[in-house]
């Protein structure tokens, strides 16, 4: 069955305090790994898309990388208006359909 | 340059009743998708739209329908309504060639008394 998991759940960080938060997927086939960023009571945010193992992309504080069984998202010296869910999502190959994960619920403190 | 739009924002309804959702996609989007969020989760893949047509569809009831009209907004209907059909139902557009990634939008709340 295709599946995608999230860790941590919840992760607390202090300001400057860098970390990632890991998206591992099991899927039959990968067409594409996509990572949002969500705030309260707001739809998600698009932030990257990665296709292949090796991939890289960066945004401001934000690096996403992609290996055959799992992507990461690295927060490099986090604000606190770096806080939200992030979400990971996969689509799946031979399929228009998107699977998500649960989420990863940062809170950076000043 | 309007993103994707959601209406209504928030919804209440009872249980056994109907409802409509609506969603207009971001300008140049062809390819709308609908997803069920549940409070504290990641959002469900409901269908996709693309031509008119659905060209995918998660593991949703038949009481999940939707629809797409020519100038690609879409709909989404759910009859009987059922308690844990309460959640934040979203939209997101792309373009069918284009990326994959979705732009969503903010999402309309269902509550179901």
């Known amino acids: 069955e295709d599946q995608v998991t999230q860790s941590p759940e919840a992760l607390r960080l202090q300001e400057g305090e860098s970390s990632s938060l890991n998206c591992s997927y099991t899927v039959s086939g990968l067409r594409g790994l996509f990572w949002y960023r969500q705030d309260p009571g707001k739809g998600p945010e698009f932030l990257f898309t990665l296709y292949s193992a090796g991939e890289e992309k960066e945004k401001e504080r934000l690096k996403a990388t992609l290996t055959k069984k799992e992507s990461f998202l690295h927060i490099t010296a986090p604000k606190p208006e770096d806080s939200a869910t992030y979400l990971c999502?996969?689509?799946?190959?031979?399929?228009?359909?998107?699977?998500f994960g649960t989420g990863t619920r940062l809170k950076v403190l000043a | 340059d309007a993103g994707v739009t959601q209406s209504p924002t928030h919804l209440i309804k009872t249980r056994g009743q109907q409802v409509t959702l609506r969603c207009s996609p971001k300008s140049g989007h062809d390819t709308v998708s609908w997803y069920q969020q549940a409070l504290g989760q990641g959002p469900q893949f409901i269908f996709q739209y693309y031509e008119e047509e659905e060209r995918q569809r998660g593991n949703f009831p038949d009481r999940f329908s939707g629809h797409q009209f020519p100038n690609y907004s879409s709909e989404l209907n759910v009859n009987a309504l059922l308690l844990g059909d309460s959640a934040l139902y979203l939209c997101?557009?792309?373009?069918?060639?284009?990326?994959?990634?979705?732009?969503f939008g903010a999402g309309t709340r269902l509550s179901v008394l």
């Open positions: 999502a996969v689509l799946v190959s031979g399929t228009y359909k998107y699977i």
């Open positions: 997101a557009s792309r373009e069918w060639m284009g990326g994959q990634g979705g732009y």
